[in-house]
């Protein structure tokens, strides 16, 4: 008898774990939380009933498809509405399942085992009325409590994520508290529930089924708990990025030396942008671009950790678990002697497709950091202060310009100005972190004057249309400028075209795909990938 290879016995797998990690590695850490606030729903101009609850949550579903890795539903904005509310999750959990998105329902179940081993029939089963992919549970009457719902979750493919350190003030001197007898006794509270919750993952190779949730604005807090994400191989749901407060920095402070298997909800910061469909699209694709590079950052951050107490496998064992290009930029960008490259300045024509190509590029390659550029022009719908720019006042963007805070500014199109922050750049290139700039041709050239005195070796890469009638028909076709300012950018873009022999590569962005390998490729090439 021949006995299948792990490897052959994990392309078997069709459980949880397996298909959150796939869909990871295809979208990315975000999963999007579709909450139907009643204020939510008032903005959208919708009924606030059981009726504006599953319009709205479709509409949210069809923002996420393509973009996040899986939706999470919260119960209770379903449930105020009685059996009608009960009804409504039913069919939008229908479509999810039928549109191929994981979904978690965030119902907080927890219990005596024999009263919670019924909601095994409401959710795992597989002609369950809300059969979901996971569900989330409260570990409060002991952490082994739930032990016969994980069972059940397990037997059927599906997931659970345990409620381990949460976010509010009383949850954290709950959760921190030590125990008194019993398992992990001397231990926090915190740390048995996730010390309980990795026993079920330990035999499985890539990530587990069970996993824990730890808010992300729970900072320095995590050091209290004696809980170590990085040693944990199960999924964490981290909730509390954006609206709730917690910034790229506390995802970096929380999961550092994670990998790859934190999946950050983010809800009120994308519904805010709707009912529009395509502004909730560019919200999700913008905030998820946001939490990779975050969650990247933080993965670095934590290399060479050892064994802990848990009786887990180092964070670099768990590799597996973690998308397959993240793993392989990790490999090649984090190793201790880091190649130091040039600094990759990209620049061509306003609606050539600079952002179209650099995003298409990070996010086959999330290792790459792109610099956040300040500006005075007001933001677009679904841009994001911090992440598709700094939104300054023209003070403010003074008094840092006087400082010297920016590598180089420039007034683009006579409309804006527009400035490289200097430090960013500088302690990325220190750290031999693969670092892009996305800036006009005048701030090319200024960066070209200063860069031996900075001591930055640069290498100018012009993105080139196919045709200049081609370039008309993507800067109008886009729609985010009055005519007015598409005649201003088109008298730039002739300028810009004329100056592309002073760059070292061309890219012509007739694909975008082709394009962005081409400037991976570039950049692999400088740093050494
Ligand atoms: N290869 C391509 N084929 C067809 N359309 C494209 C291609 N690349 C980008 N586009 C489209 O062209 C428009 C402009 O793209 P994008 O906003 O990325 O340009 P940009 O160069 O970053 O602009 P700006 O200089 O104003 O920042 C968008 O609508 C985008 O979808
Ligand atoms: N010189 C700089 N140019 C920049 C910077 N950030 C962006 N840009 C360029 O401005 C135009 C307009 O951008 P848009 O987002 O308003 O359409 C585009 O060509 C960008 O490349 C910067 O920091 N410095």
Request: aromatic fraction near 6%.
């Amino acid at each position: 008898m021949v006995t299948p290879s792990s490897e052959e016995l994990n392309a078997q797998r069709s459980d949880f774990g397996l298909r959150l990690s796939n869909s990871m590695a295809k979208y990315g850490p975000l999963c999007v939380g579709i909450d139907p606030h009643r204020k939510l729903l008032a903005d959208w101009g919708y009924n606030v009933d059981a009726e504006g609850a599953e319009l709205f949550s479709m509409r949210m579903l069809q923002a996420a498809s393509g973009c996040a890795a899986a939706v999470k539903f919260q119960t209770p904005m379903f449930e105020r509405y009685g059996s009608k509310g009960f009804e409504a999750l039913e069919r939008v959990l229908y479509a999810a399942r039928q549109m191929g998105v994981i979904t978690i329902v965030d119902c907080l179940h927890g219990g005596l085992p024999t009263t919670i081993s019924a909601i095994a029939d409401a959710y795992f089963k597989p002609n369950s009325p809300m059969l979901a992919d996971a569900i989330t549970l409260l570990p409060y009457y002991g952490a082994r409590s739930l032990n016969g719902l994980i069972s059940e979750a397990l037997d059927n493919g599906r997931g659970v994520f345990v409620a381990s350190l949460t976010s509010n003030p009383e949850g954290m001197s709950l959760q921190t508290a030590i125990r008194q007898s019993g398992d992990y006794q001397g231990h926090t509270v915190a740390y048995g529930i996730a010390a309980t919750a990795q026993k079920h993952n330990v035999d499985i190779e890539g990530m587990g089924s069970v996993g824990l949730i730890i808010g992300a604005t729970i900072g320095q807090w995590i050091q209290d708990s004696g809980v170590d994400p990085s040693q944990f191989t199960g999924p964490i749901l981290s909730p509390g990025y954006g609206w709730q407060g917690a910034e790229a920095k506390d995802l970096k402070t929380v999961f550092k030396g994670t990998r790859g298997n934190v999946l950050v909800t983010v809800s009120r910061f994308i519904a805010s942008h709707g009912p529009d469909i395509s502004a909730l699209k560019q919200a999700t694709e913008s905030i998820a671009l946001d939490v990779r590079q975050a969650l990247y950052e933080a993965m670095n951050e934590g290399e060479n950790k050892e064994k802990d107490g848990m009786g887990t496998n180092t964070a670099n064992e768990n590799a597996s678990a973690n998308s397959e290009t993240a793993a392989v930029d990790s490999a090649n960008v984090a190793q201790g002697d880091k190649p130091k490259g040039r600094l990759v300045v990209l620049t061509g024509p306003a609606g050539v497709g600079k952002g179209t190509v650099e995003n298409a590029m990070r996010k086959k390659h999330p290792g790459v950091w792109l610099s956040v550029s300040a500006t005075t022009r007001k933001p677009r719908p679904g841009e994001v202060n911090g992440v598709n720019y700094w939104f300054l006042t023209d003070q403010e963007f003074s008094a840092k310009e006087n400082k010297g805070e920016f590598l180089e500014t420039a007034l683009v199109h006579g409309l804006a100005r527009y400035g490289t922050p200097l430090k960013p750049v500088q302690e990325h290139l220190a750290e031999g972190v693969p670092t892009l700039l996305e800036i006009d041709l005048q701030g090319a050239r200024r960066i070209k004057e200063r860069a031996a005195e900075l001591g930055v070796d640069v290498v100018y890469v012009f993105i080139a249309p196919p045709s200049f009638d081609e370039l008309v028909r993507r800067l109008k076709g886009r729609g985010t400028e009055s005519e007015a300012e598409v005649n201003k950018r088109l008298e730039t873009a002739k300028v810009e075209l004329a100056a592309e022999n002073e760059f070292d590569v061309t890219i012509v962005n007739d694909n975008v795909d082709r394009a962005a390998d081409e400037l991976w490729s570039v950049i692999a090439r400088e740093y050494g990938l």
